[in-house]
């Protein structure tokens, strides 16, 4: 009536489960890099187009951007700074009303990868996200 589970059944499913499971852990750890890199790109875009925006309605557009962007960088995602991983290019075509400001914000993200054999030789350890604004300088009251 009842039929019982041999033992080398029992041995072949633990055998698929040492053959999968290595698939399924870089599987998920891709989809997690994924969303960092996602969310990083999000913030860097927002951060950037708060910069260029400070920067358009001040007359220290350097400072103002710089403060905006970090601020934001710091407020959304805690523990950015400038430093090693953030940094800020701003270019200025000058102040008049009309001219110019591009801001551009790249954060570092490092790749979870980076220990594993295969995938060390890809270069540094980090993979750079960039976000870009330009906006145009505004008359001040």
Sequence with gaps: MFK???SPEKGSVFIELVLILPVLILL???IIQFGFLLNAKI??????YE????ATLSDNPELEAANAV???ASSTMPGWDFGKR???NMDISGTDPGDMIKVEVIYKIPIIFSDISPFN????NYAKVIGSSVMRVE???
């Design 139 to 141: 008359e001040k009251e």
């Design 51 to 54: 910069g260029a925006r400070a």
């Design 86 to 88: 953030l940094s800020m």
């Design 43 to 48: 913030v860097v875009n927002s951060a950037s």
């Design 121 to 124: 030789v890809i270069g540094d």
């Design 28 to 30: 998920v750890a891709g």
């Design 4 to 6: 019982s589970r041999s």
């Design 70 to 72: 970090l601020g934001y």
